[in-house]
């Protein structure tokens, strides 16, 4: 499946990012916080297919069930009170629509952070910092490269010390021990060599010297300023109905905000319009293509 998304400009992606993320994080209206989870899901389902259902379903929905169940035994301010806890605190609606509304925003967070790693990749990333802060640029895309490629060398060592019968998955206990550190042993060998292997390798390059160019593949082009503007033009727009208390919102110590007015729906308009913009952005380059395919 293409993604038309990710081959714009490493600028646009990492703009969108922040603004996404940092709205996920910080708006707790729940109209939004809907939008968000709904979009991130559809995103994330579009650019990682059926890992991200199986990883929604084995992990995000037993968080989410576990946070809606601890914050109200832990939370107990609000006025709606439903019934009393074994050990005499309050259990109030409030609390408990919180913690559902608290697990929906670590979700939607998590989501957006799945899409932004299979989007911005470690060359994206050196990109957009390597002039600004070469070490800290190449740290994260370090970081970002080590979790996929640790586990495709932990997968051949496990495959290893099987086939010589070090099998850490079955027999006693204290030999699945034993063979377990072994293969831990390993890939702490192997990272480090890969770590002094990159060290050498960066220094040889010259990575870092003053006056040194790098090869780009990426150009800013007049489409990438066009969605440029647009997602600006959302962003602001929407930051603006922020300050204006359009989506204002409370949980305690009553259940109360803006959902049906004017501005709130503009801004849940807006938001949505922001929100849903990569996946509008492939689907009219899907129907585009499937149109020009048609006339030839």
């Known amino acids: 499946m293409k993604d038309t998304f990710s081959n714009l400009h490493p600028l646009i992606n990492?703009?969108?990012?922040?603004?996404?993320?940092?709205?996920?994080?910080?708006?707790?209206?729940?109209?939004?916080?809907?939008?968000?989870?709904?979009?991130?899901?559809?995103?994330?389902?579009?650019l990682n297919g059926m890992r991200t259902v199986k990883f929604s379903l084995l992990y995000l929905l037993p968080m989410i069930i576990l946070i809606t169940i601890i914050n109200p035994v832990f939370?107990?301010?609000?006025?709606?009170?439903?019934?009393y806890l074994p050990w005499g605190n309050p259990l109030t609606l409030e609390s408990i629509i919180y913690g559902i509304v608290t697990a929906v925003l670590l979700s939607s967070t998590v989501l957006w952070f799945s899409c932004f790693n299979t989007i911005i990749t470690s060359d994206k990333l050196i990109y957009l910092f390597g002039k600004i802060i070469p070490s800290l640029s190449l740290m994260m895309s370090m970081a970002l490269?080590?979790?996929?490629?640790?586990?495709?060398?932990?997968?051949?060592?496990?495959?290893?010390?099987?086939?010589?019968?070090r099998d850490f998955s079955t027999g006693t206990l204290l030999m699945r021990i034993k063979y377990g550190i072994k293969i831990i042993s390993v890939m702490i060998t192997m990272s480090l060599e890969n770590a002094i292997e990159t060290a050498d390798s960066m220094k040889s390059r010259g990575y870092g010297l003053k006056g040194r160019t790098a090869y780009s593949i990426y150009r800013f082009s007049k489409r990438d300023a066009i969605f440029l503007c647009i997602i600006a033009l959302l962003g602001i727009l929407d930051v603006i109905l922020i300050f204006t208390d359009?989506?204002?919102?409370?949980?305690?110590?009553?259940?109360?905000?803006?959902?049906?007015?004017v501005n709130s729906i503009l801004f849940f308009?807006?938001?949505?319009?922001?929100?849903?913009?990569?996946?509008?952005?492939?689907?009219?380059?899907?129907?585009?293509?499937?149109?020009?395919?048609?006339?030839?």
């Open 145 to 165: 490269r080590f979790v996929p490629k640790f586990t495709e060398q932990m997968k051949c060592v496990k495959t290893v010390q099987r086939s010589v019968g």
């Open 246 to 261: 359009s989506i204002k919102f409370r949980y305690f110590p009553s259940v109360k905000g803006n959902l049906f007015s």
């Open 75 to 83: 939370n107990h301010e609000g006025v709606t009170i439903l019934t």
């Open 14 to 46: 990492f703009t969108y990012f922040v603004l996404v993320i940092g709205f996920s994080m910080f708006i707790m209206n729940p109209v939004c916080l809907a939008i968000s989870f709904t979009c991130a899901f559809l995103n994330a389902v579009y």
């Open 269 to 296: 308009a807006l938001y949505a319009l922001l929100m849903m913009l990569p996946i509008i952005i492939n689907t009219g380059e899907g129907l585009n293509w499937k149109h020009t395919q048609s006339k030839i």
